[in-house]
């Protein structure tokens, strides 16, 4: 896993994949959590560049340890009484670490 200094603002570029979900379409959060901190990225905070999209982290507030990404995503499915389903999944980014 790759590490990086406390303070460094990172760029991720994300793809989010689930049967019947479009990430230009559908909505979804990306939760991130280091130690006890946990920040919520919405979607219309995701950077969208001619068809991919970046998740821009400033590290400055997160403690070391592991940097975690859990994503919520709704997907439109006639299946559930309220038309949505909840697809969630986690990654862990990378290492925080102070100089």
Same mark, same amino acid.
Request: negative net charge; glycine residues 6%; aromatic residues 12%.
């Given at each position: ?6 303070? %460094?603002?990172? +760029?991720? /570029? ?10 230009? =379409?559908? #909505? *979804?959060?990306?939760?991130? %959590?280091?130690? +006890?901190? /946990? ?10 560049? =001619?068809? #991919? *999209? ?22 439109? #499915? ?22």
């Amino acid at each position: 896993m790759e590490s990086f200094y406390v303070g %460094t603002d990172l +760029k991720f /570029k994300i793809t989010l994949t689930a049967t019947g979900f479009s990430q230009a =379409d559908d #909505d *979804y959060t990306i939760h991130l %959590t280091c130690g +006890k901190e /946990k920040r919520v990225i919405h979607k219309s905070d995701i950077l969208e560049d =001619d068809g #991919d *999209y970046y998740l821009v982290i400033d590290t400055s507030t997160f403690p070391s340890g592991v940097l975690r990404m859990t994503v919520f995503a709704e997907v439109e #499915d006639e299946s559930f009484d309220d038309v949505i389903r909840t697809e969630t999944a986690s990654i862990d980014l990378c290492q925080l670490k102070y100089t």
